[in-house]
């Protein structure tokens, strides 16, 4: 098929401004939008969701130019035919021609799956983002795919709440860096380039707030914290050049976000200058009636597109009801033609005008590269956090032991994948038991015992959104009492046990909230009970959020958080565990001891008693705090070092501490600045992230680290958005983590 339409000539011979390339793209959207008609331009207003059985299926509404962009369903996924011959009915059969996107969410992967972006941050290297995402980019462009519903960049202080294991953390400063990141990689230089897609910021805005961790609740957040901790990285995915944002489902301050136009066009677009499109989440503009400010789809669809929603997801409350608001004047023709505009104008950005279509022979090399696998096992690497390792436990030996592999995760291929796995496939994933198999010599053994299911003992059955559910029809018990039994008796007669342990894959990501933290079905009874045999014991944890695992943390030698890795999780924690790669991860969401203490995020604020924290029935600290990350050596860091105790605003001080590597071993350290804003015209957090280094050291190697702090690390933000640098003290930490070392204080003079 033909890469490039044909361009009609007018009845002068001429190609018609909008045809025409070489024109700016201001002008091609008005000459396009002044040959519209009505029903063409509530055609652009709609997604609609691609079936993968018959072209017939859509094929009216394409030659009548009703649909503005496509979302596969499962049955559509990888189709580039089906995506060509439906692009042909709406370039060569509808009047104007005008090309449909096609989206999809490609969280943290196409075919070529990586670790889960929670675990991904805790990398601490924002290219990661942006390499990872080149690879979605160009795998997801083979099949037809032009616009990723990604990167999810909602700030989450809340681990029950599922969608945590898709953003970034509870820290807006890093969150910041890895949307900027993750827009580069996907969008490139150039989004009309065919190896990258157009980015699609989400959730706009607070949805990360959930009351109670649950999925789609409402959220109530001053304009404060929304201006310093929700709304940073949108905006620093907005100035770096994303092209579109998604209206998230939540309720915020009593309006909901896909009807709220204080965020869509007061912040987004007249603050911000963004001008590109807005699409709704799934459904989220018809429910705006569940949620109680329309009283059917007709006022639903007024809201939403006054408030700033452009393109509406799947429902047809736009396409159905805006004709006739506009007849009775009850929405205007000015702000129909500017939601056209703006999505008009990526179209044209995209260059799916000159090349609507896509090489169907592309995705045959796309998938799975090399160097793209390279990169997966990298990554995952990087990913994973060592939270624990008593007496140096890790790094094993490769020969001459015997090792008991034993838990429900020990060889499972689609649970590494995780959450939103795109279009990956358990055919591609290297399984735990596979990665240890290969790093062991000849003289060791390797014993592997699942000893219990991951859930409640039923057989569980993975959908293909990734969600899973029990089979009914299974008998209680898949694994039952005798291979519980058998993999006790491997942890008695082995030298050292590795235990792989977590949580579903299914009760993280979307409409996935829990109740409890800890490990699901029998997997602590089966833990306690190889903790019983008295050999070291080894714990490779596996979930999408922070999980309370205390006693984890308390009986085991060691503790490796994996995340959901993807498909070279097996190969690079068998790296880790036998010494080839050295961990260096960090977390980036703190680690509840229990889920009573939630939230428990570092960066909160100090109250007029802070010695009045504890519980009744537990410590107010959490289990593992934001930042935390050890290395198989040891880190020393000096006292803070202060170029002067007192600078004039606009002037900068230097912040220095020397790091010492006091261990035997290379080690990989991810050098951290915080500060605090010691009295302030509004209340500052305890602590907040302002830079970060990552370094490496040889055994007794030293190296002195130095960050400048000026306006941008001291600055806040006010509820209207003026950015505020307000004279007074500032205390200052390098350290390990947020909850770590001693500070030095300089003030900051008018």
Excluded at 184 to 203: A, I, M, N
Excluded at 207 to 219: F, L, P, Q, S
Excluded at 542 to 548: C, L
């Amino acid at each position: 098929m033909s890469e490039k339409h044909c361009l009609d000539l007018n009845k002068n011979g001429k190609m018609d401004v909008y045809e025409d390339p070489s024109q700016p793209v201001d002008a091609r959207v008005e000459d396009l939008l002044g040959q519209m008609t009505l029903e063409e331009k509530l055609g652009q207003l709609s997604q609609v969701v691609m079936e993968g059985n018959s072209d017939e299926v859509h094929a009216d509404i394409l030659r009548q130019g009703r649909v503005g962009s496509f979302l596969p369903a499962w049955s559509a996924i990888g189709k580039a035919d089906l995506r060509n011959r439906l692009q042909k009915l709406a370039v060569e059969e509808s009047r104007l021609g005008i090309p449909f996107l096609m989206g999809f969410d490609a969280i943290h992967g196409f075919r070529t799956i990586f670790p889960i972006p929670l675990g991904m941050a805790a990398a601490w290297e924002p290219e990661l983002f942006t390499k990872s995402h080149e690879v979605s980019a160009f795998e997801a462009t083979a099949t037809g795919i032009d616009w990723s519903f990604a990167p999810m960049v909602d700030l989450a202080r809340d681990p029950r709440w599922g969608r945590i294991s898709e953003g970034f953390g509870e820290d807006p400063y890093l969150g910041g860096l890895y949307a900027a990141a993750s827009v580069k990689g996907f969008q490139g230089e150039d989004p009309s380039d065919r190896r990258h897609v157009v980015s699609c910021l989400k959730h706009y805005v607070g949805y990360g707030a959930a009351e109670g961790g649950r999925d789609y609740n409402t959220t109530d957040v001053s304009e404060y914290q929304l201006r310093n901790n929700y709304l940073p990285q949108f905006h620093a995915g907005v100035k770096a050049g994303a092209m579109t944002l998604m209206s998230a489902f939540n309720c915020l301050n009593g309006i909901p976000t896909s009807g709220n136009r204080h965020t869509l066009t007061e912040i987004l677009r007249d603050e911000w200058g963004f001008n590109g499109f807005v699409v709704s989440d799934w459904a989220s503009v018809l429910e705006l009636v569940e949620q109680g400010i329309a009283d059917g789809p007709a006022q639903a669809a007024k809201i939403a597109l006054e408030a700033g929603v452009d393109m509406e997801m799947v429902t047809s409350s736009y396409i159905d009801t805006l004709g006739e608001q506009l007849a009775s004047g009850e929405v205007s023709q000015e702000t129909i033609d500017n939601a056209v505009r703006n999505i008009l104008r990526i179209k044209f950005a995209r260059g799916i005008f000159e090349n609507p279509y896509v090489d169907e022979t592309w995705q045959e090399d796309a998938f799975l590269k090399t160097e793209a696998v390279m990169l997966a096992r990298e990554v995952a690497a990087k990913s994973c956090v060592l939270l624990k390792n008593d007496s140096d436990q890790l790094p094993l030996t490769k020969d001459g032991s015997k090792i008991a592999l034993i838990g429900p995760l020990v060889s499972d291929k689609d649970e590494l994948l995780g959450s939103w796995a795109g279009f990956g496939k358990g055919r591609d994933v290297v399984t735990l038991e596979e990665g240890i198999r290969a790093k062991l010599g000849p003289n060791a053994t390797l014993t592997v015992c699942r000893g219990c299911d991951l859930t409640t003992g039923r057989r569980t059955i993975t959908k293909t959104d990734g969600s899973i559910v029990e089979d009914p029809d299974a008998p209680v018990d898949q694994v039952g009492d005798q291979e519980f039994a058998a993999a006790i008796e491997a942890a008695q007669n082995a030298d050292v046990v590795v235990m792989a342990l977590g949580e579903p894959r299914g009760w993280s990501g979307e409409n996935a909230t829990r109740t409890e933290l800890g490990l699901t079905g029998r997997q602590e009874e089966l833990f306690n009970a190889a903790a019983a045999a008295g050999k070291p014991i080894i714990v490779v944890l596996f979930g999408g959020r922070p999980m309370s695992v205390v006693s984890i943390q308390e009986k085991a030698q060691a503790v490796l958080m994996a995340w959901q890795p993807g498909v070279q999780g097996g190969n690079a924690i068998a790296d880790l565990l036998f010494g080839d790669q050295t961990p260096s991860g960090k977390i980036t969401a703190t680690f509840p001891r229990t889920v009573g203490q939630v939230p428990v995020h570092y960066n909160h604020f100090n109250t007029g008693r802070p010695q009045y924290q504890e519980y009744r029935d537990s410590t107010h600290l959490p289990l593992y705090p934001f930042g935390h990350g050890l290395s198989y050596t040891s880190f020393e860091y000096s006292e803070v070092e202060l170029s002067s105790t007192s600078i004039s605003v606009g002037e900068k001080v230097v912040a220095s501490a020397t790091v010492n590597n006091v261990g035997k071993r290379a080690g990989i350290e991810v050098v951290q600045l915080y500060i605090r804003d010691i009295a302030a015209s509004r209340v500052r957090p305890i602590r907040e992230l302002k830079g970060f280094v990552k370094i490496e050291l040889k055994p007794g190697e030293s190296r002195k680290v130095s960050f400048d702090i000026g306006n941008e690390q001291l600055s806040f933000i006010d509820e209207i958005g003026n950015v505020l640098v307000e004279p007074g003290k500032f205390a200052v930490w390098i350290s390990k983590d947020s909850a770590s070392g001693e500070s030095a204080q300089f003030e900051l003079k008018p």
